[in-house]
Structures are given as structure tokens and as C-alpha cells.
């Protein structure tokens, strides 16, 4: 049993669409007023495109694609710092290939490599450890991308350099965490969401207990959730079950991989090798404070800006692009002038068009063709 | 590259440091074990994992999954029993 295919069941599907269409209608007054529930994951815009489930629904429910995609708010000022880094010549800069393709000011990744630095995708940060291992003459530089779903493996394989008295390895840390960007945008006044399809992975390793203020203050109902389409379907309707009921709480729809109290193992590593920035930027949403993460003083050693001293950069949005607005629900991919246009995935002008778990990107590719 | 992959755990090594091999779709991958091992690697053999960027995350919990499937398969039987709203077919 792989727990893919039986949660992907056509006739159960069938099943949790007309109970879905069931409840839309017993909330009469959504019909004015559509239902916008935010999945935050990029993970589920890329589910909910790829099945197709935002057709399946009633039409008084949308989909607001959140901030869950941590290659589209790399701001363009953190791709110029690595290509900085990976000039260096003794420098091999490794990273997944999702942020191969995301443009700085002066370029990609992908474009720094066509012209020679010696930049390499891997699958894993323990592969980039074991480059380490195997060249020792050479600085291997692994770039830390993600939310709490791959700071553990970043925390782990750091521990492992340690172990290993690997000092030729060091972490470029652009990790970002969730919950102080979900409080800022319920903090924004013309945000409107009524409920939160919460990230399955982020939650495998936090647990439910972060998401509480959600439901507390806010009065918003919250249910974590899986990526397979029952997954979705069925958070979905849990979160209907709780506004039809007048309901506010924190559900857990994934609970065969989301334990309650999250990754106990994980949460200490993260502890010893993480600690919160004072602020950190996001492309599309500007500077929030606490949402990022930094090596603390006991892993400062294996810090790549400490090692190579980037410049800092800050580096404008085009004003033209509309990639905040997107992100935060005010406005659909095609309603963005650049979209289709100046910025398609394969000459991706915003960040939301580089990744296939983008808003925009998935637009692209699923509803070219009625935009 | 937010998303895991299920597997099931097929060796181990003697500690937790060392890499064990999981079956994710019939490939054999070395994935990191020391999330999900609180007593001895070898208990973890013949479990499912929730495997991401080269370590296992989380241990399925089969039971979790066979209650939830067995919930929507009771949706199902009780949806077949009532008849659709009017004017509205959920597929189209
Ligand atoms: S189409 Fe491109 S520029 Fe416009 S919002 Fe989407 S990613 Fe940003």
C-alpha cells in the first residue's frame, strides 16, 4: 500500500465533491460573497492545478493562492549575493534545482553556470556534504532554501560537517518561516480569507499547536492537510464544516504523517543549529520581522556569509509586476500586465512564474488556455 | 520542493548515522534515518516513511490512513443514499 493511489479514488473524490457542493449550498449568503479560503503551501496550488479540483467546485469558492512557495519569495537580492559567492574560484555552490532559474539582477544560477562558476544541483544537502568530503581542496557552499519542511536536513547535515570535521562546508541560509508571514497578512486590513488550507510538511515538523492564534484571534478556521486530492478535498470540506457550524478551530486532516506535537527530533536540531532573525525579506511582501532564520553563535563557523562577506543587497520589485498582490489574494496571475507576456516560466520575469509550485506558473500551464 | 515522497524502510545500518535504504515506487534510495528513529534503527525496518530531500521525515501511520479512508468510503456509502441538490452535478 503506497497511500498515493487509494487517495486518489476516483468514486471517493465523486463523493467529497457533492457533499462539498452540499454544504456550499446550505450557506446561502456565499453566494454573493465567494468563499476565499488561502491554501498556503505551493505544494497544493501545484495539486489543486494539476487535478484540476478549483474546476470541480461551486463557483462561489476560490482558491487563494498563499506565500507557501519558498522559491517564489526569494527576493532578487538573495540570488545577486549567491552568484557573488559562487564566483569565488575554489567555491562549488550547490543547490536544489528550484532556485536554478530565479533571477537576481545579474542573472540566474543557471545563467552564472552557462558562464563557468561551478554550480550544482543536488537532490540532497547530504550530497553537497559528501562533495565536501570528496574535495577537499575546494569550499563547497550548500544554499539553505525553504521552510521548516528542509531546515531540518539543513540542521542534520550541519551536525554531520561537525561530526565529520568537514571545515570546508558552509550553509548560505535563506530559510524562512511561516507563521509570522500568516499573522501579517491577516494583520492587512483589504486581506480578506476565511479559511486556511494549512502545508502538511511544514506541520510534520511544527505540529499543530503554532496555527492556534489563527483560530483563537483571528476566528479563522485552519485544517492542515496532504497533497493527494482526497487530501485537499477533504480539508476542504472539513474547513466548510467549521463555517457552516460558526466553528474557528485547528484540524488535522493529515494525521497518518502530521503528528499533533509535530517532530520532536527535528524541533531540537532545529533549536540547536537555528535561531530567529530580527527581520527578513520576501519578494512580493517586503521585510517581516522574525520570519527567517540564522545560524546560532554554535554553528556561526559554518555561516557562507561570514566566510565570504556578500554585499548586502536590497534590490527593488519592478513596479510593474503585480507578484505581492498574487501572493496575498488581491488579484488573479492574469490579472497581472506582464503575465503571458514579458514573463512566462521559460523567461520568468517574477518569481511566481520560475517555480512549478508558483501561482503564476501554474496559470501558465494550466489555464492558458481560458485566461 | 516542498513535497515528500512515502516509502518503505528495507535496511539499515548498525547506528543512526548511517544512511538506510528505502523502496519509494521500486527505487531503492540511502536516506537519512535520525528524524525518525527514537530507539533502534533496526525496529524502523518494514515501516513506511515520509521521505523528503534525502531524509525520512515522518513515520506513516497506517492506522491514521485506514480511518481516513474508511471515513470517506462512509461519506461515499451515505452519498449515494441522497440524491444531489438540484441543478448541481458536482463534476461539471
Ligand atoms: S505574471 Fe510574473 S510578474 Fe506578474 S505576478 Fe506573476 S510572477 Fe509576478
Known amino acids: ?371 | 520542493m516542498c513535497l515528500g515522497v512515502p516509502g518503505k524502510v528495507i535496511s539499515v545500518g548498525e547506528d543512526l548515522h548511517q544512511l538506510a535504504t528505502v523502496d519509494v515506487c521500486g527505487v531503492s534510495l540511502r536516506v537519512n534515518i535520525a528524524l525518525v528513529c527514537e530507539d533502534s534503527p533496526q525496529a524502523l525496518i518494514g515501516q513506511w516513511v515520509l521521505v523528503h530531500v534525502g531524509f525520512a521525515m515522518s513515520l506513516l501511520d497506517e492506522q491514521e490512513a485506514l480511518e481516513m479512508l474508511a471515513a470517506l468510503e462512509q461519506l461515499r456509502a451515505v452519498g449515494l443514499e441522497r440524491p444531489m441538490p438540484e441543478g448541481k452535478d458536482a463534476l461539471h
Not at chain 1, 480578506?192 to 479563522?220: C, Q
Not at chain 1, 546560532?296 to 510593474?320: I, L, W
Open chain 1, 1 to 371: 500500500m503506497r497511500y498515493i493511489d487509494e487517495f486518489r479514488d476516483p468514486a471517493l473524490t465523486e463523493a467529497l465533491l457533492q457533499r462539498i457542493a452540499q454544504l456550499m449550498l446550505l450557506m446561502p449568503e456565499r453566494q454573493q460573497l465567494p468563499l476565499q479560503i488561502m491554501e498556503v503551501c505551493g505544494g497544493h496550488t501545484h495539486a489543486i492545478f494539476k487535478f484540476g479540483l478549483d474546476r470541480l467546485l461551486p463557483d462561489n469558492l476560490e482558491f487563494i493562492h498563499g506565500p507557501g512557495c519558498p522559491v517564489c519569495v526569494l527576493p532578487m537580492g538573495r540570488i545577486d549575493s549567491c552568484l557573488e559567492i559562487a564566483a569565488h574560484p575554489e567555491v562549488i555552490f550547490c543547490t536544489y534545482g528550484d532556485a536554478m532559474r530565479v533571477r537576481g539582477r545579474h542573472g540566474s544560477l543557471l545563467d552564472a553556470r552557462r558562464q563557468g562558476a561551478d554550480i550544482r544541483v543536488v537532490y540532497s544537502p547530504l550530497d553537497a556534504l559528501q562533495l565536501a568530503a570528496d574535495n577537499p581542496q575546494r569550499e563547497v557552499v550548500f544554499f539553505g532554501l525553504g521552510f521548516e519542511t528542509t531546515m531540518p536536513a539543513s540542521a542534520l547535515t550541519l551536525q554531520q560537517a561537525r561530526r565529520r570535521s568537514l571545515t570546508n562546508f558552509s550553509l548560505f541560509c535563506q530559510h524562512i518561516t511561516l507563521i509570522p508571514t500568516l499573522r501579517s497578512l491577516l494583520q492587512q486590513p483589504d486581506v480578506r480569507i476565511d479559511g486556511f488550507l494549512a502545508p502538511g510538511h511544514v506541520s510534520m515538523v511544527i505540529g499543530n499547536a503554532p496555527y492556534g492564534f489563527i483560530a483563537e484571534n483571528y476566528h479563522k478556521p485552519l485544517v492542515v492537510t496532504g497533497f493527494e486530492p482526497l487530501d485537499i478535498l477533504q480539508g476542504l470540506l472539513m474547513l466548510l464544516e467549521q463555517l457552516h457550524a460558526g466553528r474557528s478551530a485547528v484540524e488535522n486532516q493529515y494525521r497518518r504523517i502530521v503528528p499533533e506535537q509535530g517532530n520532536r527530533l527535528a524541533q531540537q536540531a532545529l533549536a540547536e543549529v537555528f535561531c530567529l532573525k530580527a527581520s527578513s525579506e520576501w519578494r512580493g511582501l517586503g521585510e517581516i520581522a522574525h520570519s527567517g532564520v540564522q545560524l546560532t553563535p554554535g554553528y556561526a563557523e559554518f555561516d557562507a556569509e561570514r566566510r565570504f562577506h556578500p554585499q548586502a543587497q536590497q534590490v527593488a520589485d519592478d513596479p510593474r509586476s503585480r507578484c505581492g498582490e498574487v501572493l496575498t489574494g488581491r488579484c488573479k496571475p492574469d490579472a497581472c500586465p506582464l503575465f503571458g507576456k514579458q514573463c512566462t516560466p521559460s523567461n520568468a520575469f517574477g518569481a511566481l512564474m520560475v517555480s512549478s509550485e508558483g501561482a503564476c506558473a501554474a496559470y501558465y500551464q494550466y489555464r492558458r488556455e481560458t485566461a
